[in-house]
Each structure stands twice: as structure tokens, then as C-alpha cells.
């Protein structure tokens, strides 16, 4: 069995364990605290080996589920009104977000997310919008005969033509803790320029590279307010209360989970491993993906 393979199983086990164990012990507390859930997709398809995929047909499964289980997509309007205006959101309500631009996610996911009726948003990093140069996590995979493409800048239109919104991922999909401060700056700033001058619109959101504590610090979070973003989306697992800042909203990582465990993701059953997303559980996390061969740019 492949070292990634066997990782995921893992994962799938852990989060189960705790989830069950969480939700069977008491029913979980402040649920009406708990206004906004954001999931963060980044492929959408049926490669393997490909880390970070949701096969095709589980993505659809879960978009099903979240009707089943009584949740409500809401689009990114709806979370600027709610955090910029008080605005209520509907009960269970949850956004939907795609990390890193790739074309799976035009090709796959938009078909599934419009049967559904679905809004969406995609966090593009624009550095590879623009040439066929992989993302630099995706360079091992090339090795392997993986392609893994990203959409260009024609096809963001089509995107949004199809209900899923275009937002800022940065511009070379580097972690800005490991930037210089005027690099930093240039990333959160440049992006939100080019991608309005592209779309015709006001760019209002930008998702953190990589997203977990060990990856941004607070001054990257003021940084994106003075650039004029409103909202700004972390790796950090978890749901989102009224009061949160709104320039570190927590979202939950999306995996091929089954149905089950995608429920008790949902429920906040699982929020304990957020342990892995700060800056110690980072490092270990780190280390352990070294370990077994797993580990990505």
C-alpha cells in the first residue's frame, strides 16, 4: 500500500475515533454560536496517486449530504454581509471554497456544484494563471506522470459565469511567514490589483498558502486589511462564530471521508485536531509527512 494511501486511511480512522467519541459523550455545545462553516476543496478528481484529490464521486456524495443533513449554502455575499453588516445567516449555513485554481475544479466540481445549485468561491494564486509551470507542490507529482493543471485567465470568467466566485490565493503560493515583509506585502497587494483588473470587480477575500498558524502571522492579517480586503479565510479547523475576525476565519479541510465521518466534520464532532494547525502541531505534522514520504511544497 502507497505511504499517501495509508495516510489517508489513517486520517479517516483518527477522525472518526474522535468524532465519535465527541459526539457520543455530550451533545456538542454552542451550536448556535456556530453561524458559518467554510470547507476548503482543493482538486476535484479521479488521478491516483494525487494528494489533496476528492474523487469525483465522493465530492458529489458530499454535496448531496449537505442537503440531507440539513445544511445551507450560502455565497460569499452572504458572509460579507453577515460579518461587515450583522446580517443573519441561515441556520447550518456553509460556504463553499476551492483553494489553488485547478482546472479539475472548472471541469469536475462546477458540473456537480450547478445540478446542485451551489455557490462557490476559488482562491486563485495568479503567478499560474499565466504559463503551464506547476504549482510547486505539484512538481513531484509531474515526475510521476500526474498532471494536475491549473485554469488560465480566460477561463475565470467561465467560473464565475457558473456561480463559483474568483478570490485572491496570493501570487507564487508561498506561506508569507516565509517572506520578506515587502515580499509579503506584494502578494496579498498585487494579487487583489491584477485579479480586478482582470474580473472588472472588486476583489474581497483572500485565503491564507497553506493556512495554519505556522503560516501567517497577525501582521499578515493586518497587511490584507490595509490592502482593502474584507474578509480573509485560514487553514485553521473549525466553525466560525458572529464575533470571529473576520481576517482569520477558520475552515475545515475537506478529504475523501466517508459519509459518516464528512457528518461528524460537519456537526463539530471533530474540531479537537484544529491541535494540528497551530504552530507546534504544524511542525509535527510536518515531520510526520517527512517521514513517510508524503510530505508537499
Known amino acids: 500500500m502507497r505511504a499517501d494511501r495509508a495516510k489517508q486511511l489513517l486520517k479517516n480512522g483518527v477522525y472518526r475515533a474522535i468524532g ?6 455530550v451533545a456538542l455545545d454552542g451550536e448556535a454560536d456556530r453561524t458559518l462553516r467554510v470547507l476548503m476543496y482543493h482538486k476535484v478528481n479521479d488521478l491516483w ?7 469525483t464521486a465522493v465530492f458529489d456524495a458530499q454535496m448531496s449530504l449537505l442537503g440531507e443533513l440539513g445544511y445551507v449554502t450560502v455565497s460569499l455575499d452572504a458572509v ?3 460579518y461587515l453588516r450583522g446580517a443573519p445567516l441561515p441556520p447550518k449555513a456553509v460556504l463553499l471554497t476551492f483553494d489553488d485554481g485547478y482546472r479539475d475544479n472548472l471541469e469536475n466540481a462546477l458540473p456537480i456544484l450547478r445540478r446542485h445549485g451551489f455557490p462557490a468561491v476559488l482562491f486563485v494564486p495568479i503567478g499560474f494563471l499565466d504559463d503551464a509551470r506547476p504549482l510547486p507542490h505539484e512538481e513531484s507529482l509531474r515526475l510521476l506522470g500526474i498532471r494536475n493543471e491549473t485554469v488560465d485567465w480566460d477561463e475565470l470568467a467561465e467560473l464565475e459565469a457558473g456561480g463559483v466566485r474568483i478570490e485572491s490565493h496570493g501570487i507564487g503560493h508561498k506561506p508569507l511567514s516565509e517572506l520578506e515583509p515587502g515580499e509579503a506585502t506584494r502578494e496579498i497587494a498585487l494579487s487583489k490589483l491584477r485579479l ?11 485565503a491564507f ?11 499578515h492579517a493586518s497587511l490584507v486589511q490595509q490592502a482593502g480586503y474584507k474578509l480573509a479565510f ?6 466560525n462564530t458572529p464575533s470571529r475576525d473576520r481576517f482569520r476565519l477558520r475552515r475545515y479541510n475537506v478529504e475523501p471521508y466517508p459519509a459518516r465521518t464528512f457528518e461528524l466534520v460537519l456537526a463539530g464532532a471533530c474540531d479537537l485536531i484544529a491541535v494540528k494547525d497551530t504552530v507546534t502541531g504544524t511542525h509535527v505534522r510536518r515531520a510526520f509527512n517527512a517521514a513517510l514520504g ?4
Open 234 to 239: 485560514t487553514s485553521v479547523s473549525g466553525a
Open 49 to 55: 496517486p494525487n494528494p489533496t484529490t476528492v474523487p
Open 80 to 82: 460579507l454581509d453577515h
Open 209 to 219: 498558502v497553506k493556512g495554519s498558524l505556522a503560516d501567517y502571522r497577525p501582521e
Open 294 to 297: 508524503t510530505a508537499s511544497r
Open 20 to 25: 465519535e467519541t465527541a459526539s457520543g459523550l
Open 196 to 206: 480586478e483588473q482582470r474580473l472588472g470587480r472588486e476583489v474581497e477575500a483572500f
